[in-house]
């Protein structure tokens, strides 16, 4: 069983839609959960950062964790051609700093 | 706002030739990181680096691959010995002591060996 899977897509939707994304993982040790931003070659952009479970609110930005799942989850709304990007969920355990990282999920916004 | 910086954005190298990858990581952060993600696959952990030491490495990271901090600004990845397979964005990271897992990532260097 893979670390962390996400469904690599992609996912086009239309402007002002809702996306949602999410990933699973096996490893139910791991307590940060990271969602990440990528552009085409460019670098992976820090979109949010959880700790353990509940969720995390940030601008259109909701980040959600079910750690008795091992699932996670992030929403976008009102959805922007600029966010079309490729998202990547990383997670590492307590006392930890390696990122295990998701394949990532491509998303097209559709203007 | 603060970022990481890495150069040169892309390497071309014969195989066999040693390269040095370069990375300026955030000011006040202590912690720095290498990751790399070939084409089409997930990025993946490579080495952590903490107090002038590696804290971490990755089975990747083996003795062909090396990491210093040369001074109080930069710091690098050498490859030794470059292969086929070592052609991959790399990627530098850094992060602070209180959120150690909160990790910024620079634009990454592109290595290409031929």
């Known amino acids: 069983q893979k670390e962390v899977e996400q469904d690599p897509g992609p996912l086009s939707v239309p402007e002002g839609a809702i996306v949602s994304l999410n990933c699973t993982y096996s490893?139910?040790?791991?307590?940060?959960f990271m969602w990440y931003r990528q552009y085409s070659r460019k670098g992976p952009e820090l979109l949010m950062y959880?700790?353990?479970?509940g969720n995390k609110e940030d601008g259109r930005f909701t980040a959600q964790v079910d750690k008795s799942s091992k699932y996670i989850s992030l929403f976008i709304r009102d959805s922007q051609p600029s966010d079309s990007a490729t998202y990547l969920c990383?997670?590492?355990?307590?006392?930890?700093?390696?990122?295990?990282f998701g394949k990532g999920n491509q998303v097209v916004v559709i203007p | 706002e603060p970022e990481v910086t890495q150069t040169p954005s892309h390497q071309v190298t014969q195989m066999g030739q040693e390269v040095i990858l370069r990375c300026v990581p955030i000011?006040?952060?202590?912690?720095f990181y290498w990751y790399r993600q070939i084409l089409g696959q997930k990025v993946e952990f490579l080495v952590s680096?903490?107090?002038?030491?590696?804290?971490?490495k990755s089975e990747i990271f083996d003795d062909q691959f090396s990491v210093e901090r040369p001074d109080g600004s930069n710091f690098t990845l050498k490859i030794r010995s470059t292969k086929l397979e070592d052609s991959a964005m790399y990627f530098c990271?850094?992060?602070?002591?209180?959120?150690?897992?909160?990790?910024?990532f620079g634009p990454g260097t592109r290595l290409t060996v031929l």
């Open positions: 990271a850094s992060s602070g002591v209180l959120s150690y897992n909160e990790q910024f």
């Open positions: 490893n139910s040790a791991f307590q940060y």
């Open positions: 959880t700790y353990s479970s």
């Open positions: 990383a997670m590492s355990l307590y006392g930890n700093n390696r990122l295990a």
């Open positions: 000011s006040n952060h202590l912690y």
């Open positions: 680096f903490y107090n002038n030491e590696i804290s971490e």
